[in-house]
T-cell receptor, first 115, second 109 residues
Framework: NAGVTQTPKFQVLKTGQSMTLQCAQDMNHEYMSWYRQDPGMGLRLIHYSVGAGITDQGEVPNGYNVSRSTTEDFPLRLLSAAPSQTSVYFC??????????????FGSGTQLSVL | DQQVKQNSPSLSVQEGRISILNCDYTNSMFDYFLWYKKYPAEGPTFLISISSIKDKNEDGRFTVFLNKSAKHLSLHIVPSQPGDSAVYFCAASENDMRFGAGTRLTVKP
């Protein structure tokens, strides 16, 4: 059982480049989300989705786009990378939608550096 | 504005003693609280949770206490073991899940 799979594990971008971080889960979870982890800031919510076709903004959505065309996949797009987006990104999923009283399952993370 | 706060960036305890990690929140609409544990180069993993209608939940060596009037929760680990050394994140949920900045726990043999 793969759980939550994130690719790539590491990525280096130049300022202004675009890229997509991939996230897939095989647990038939309705809820999926993206977080970034920065020193002293903990995990901050970027975007989340409560089901296919539905997305919403979290705490720090600027500079990122998401879509949810299938239950399994929730890619995160950086349209024009900036050094401030250097961070570790985590994708997470859960059974629950709406009021979230279920634990999140996390991927292993993507370390992104923007030069 | 962070709605979930962990004011202690680090904590060091001796093996066998109690570890107490603290967390404060500002949003009274949070209805579920969770603790996650994170090792280096891995994603966080769920540890223990508590509903807002309870004030205590216990699972083996781990106990979470919730004080709604003070908007405060804590995680107790008894006895602490070297393998518990990790970063611990407090989280709270309503329609989405918000995390604190984390506390790095070091358990010394």
């Amino acid at each position: 059982n793969a759980g939550v799979t994130q690719t790539p594990k590491f990525q280096v971008l130049k300022t202004g480049q675009s890229m997509t971080l991939q996230c897939a889960q095989d647990m038939n979870h309705e809820y999926m989300s993206w977080y970034r982890q920065d020193p002293g800031m903990g995990l901050r919510l970027i975007h989340y989705s409560v089901g296919a076709g539905i997305t919403d903004q979290g705490e720090v959505p600027n500079g990122y786009n998401v879509s949810r065309s299938t239950t399994e996949d929730f890619p995160l797009r950086l349209l024009s990378a900036a050094p401030s987006q250097t961070s570790v990104y985590f994708c997470a999923s859960s059974y629950a939608a709406g009021s979230l009283n279920e634990k999140l399952f996390f991927g292993s993370g993507t370390q992104l550096s923007v030069l | 504005d962070q709605q979930v706060k962990q004011n202690s960036p680090s904590l060091s305890v001796q093996e066998g003693r109690i570890s107490i990690l603290n967390c404060d929140y500002t949003n009274s609409m949070f209805d579920y609280f969770l603790w996650y544990k994170k090792y280096p180069a891995e994603g966080p993993t769920f540890l223990i949770s508590i509903s807002s209608i309870k004030d205590k939940n216990e699972d083996g060596r781990f106990t979470v206490f919730l004080n709604k009037s003070a908007k405060h929760l804590s995680l107790h680990i008894v006895p602490s073991q070297p393998g518990d050394s990790a970063v611990y994140f407090c989280a709270a949920s309503e329609n989405d899940m918000r995390f604190g900045a984390g506390t790095r726990l070091t358990v010394k043999p």
